[in-house]
């Protein structure tokens, strides 16, 4: 089954930039999402098919996918995006897959 | 807005059943996929299933196969989840979502706890 690999924490400075890993074989053939999720409440889609962003989410979350890492990035990180982030592809023989999610900590 | 609100559900026995339900609004309802992902601290966001807009097609996840069955009534913008012989690591929350592969709108979660 297909894997996909995320460090389990993050923390970062107010102001500063977050970026945040997602590892997988061949990830670069795959369409990525990525997803925010604030404690005790459902997940919320930040960036879907790599690197676009729904309606409603800020400039300053932008994606990326190459090779084996695809890459959630946040700029001018703010005290609320601290949150679990998920990322998550459709594989052909896995169907769904998550990874486990990487705790950012906005120091 | 879209709304995804769960319902049913709770406690239930090992070997016994339960059913969700998800009232769906906001949104083309009978032209959406919908899916089934459940979360635990232990292994995190799990897909479950998913059904296509007309319920003709359906699919599930290894664990579940043979005891989940997933079922939609798009006169009344309804999605359902019917989970029979339960087992222990059936307890999670349950989250009613739109698509089968980038998951766009998620219902609130609704906790189901399996415990004799």
């Known amino acids: 089954s297909y894997v996909l690999t995320q460090p389990p924490s993050l923390s970062v400075a107010p102001g500063m930039t977050a970026t945040f890993s997602c590892g997988g074989i061949d990830i670069g053939s795959h369409s990525v999402h990525w997803y925010q999720q604030r404690p005790g409440q459902a997940p919320i889609l930040v960036i879907k098919y790599n690197s676009d962003r729904p309606s409603g989410i800020p400039e300053r979350f932008s994606g990326s996918n190459s090779g084996n890492t695809a890459t959630l990035t946040i700029s001018r990180v703010e005290a609320g995006d601290e949150a679990v982030y998920y990322c998550q592809v459709w594989d052909v023989d896995s169907d769904i897959v998550f990874a486990g999610g990487t705790k950012l900590t906005v120091l | 807005q879209v709304q995804l609100v769960v319902s049913g559900g709770g406690l239930g026995r090992p070997g016994g059943s339960l059913r969700l339900s998800c009232a769906a609004s906001?949104?083309?309802?009978?032209?959406?996929?919908m899916s089934w992902i459940r979360q635990t601290p232990g292994k995190g966001l799990e897909w479950i299933s998913y059904?296509?807009?007309?319920?003709?097609?359906?699919y599930y996840e290894d664990s579940v196969e043979g005891r989940f069955t997933i079922s939609r009534d798009n006169s009344k913008n309804s999605l359902f989840l019917e989970m029979k012989s339960l087992r222990a690591e059936d307890t999670a929350i349950y989250y009613c979502v739109r698509d089968y592969q980038c998951f766009d709108f998620w219902g609130q979660g609704h906790m189901v706890t399996v415990s004799s």
């Open positions: 906001g949104f083309s309802f009978s032209d959406s996929y």
């Open positions: 059904i296509n807009p007309s319920g003709k097609i359906v």
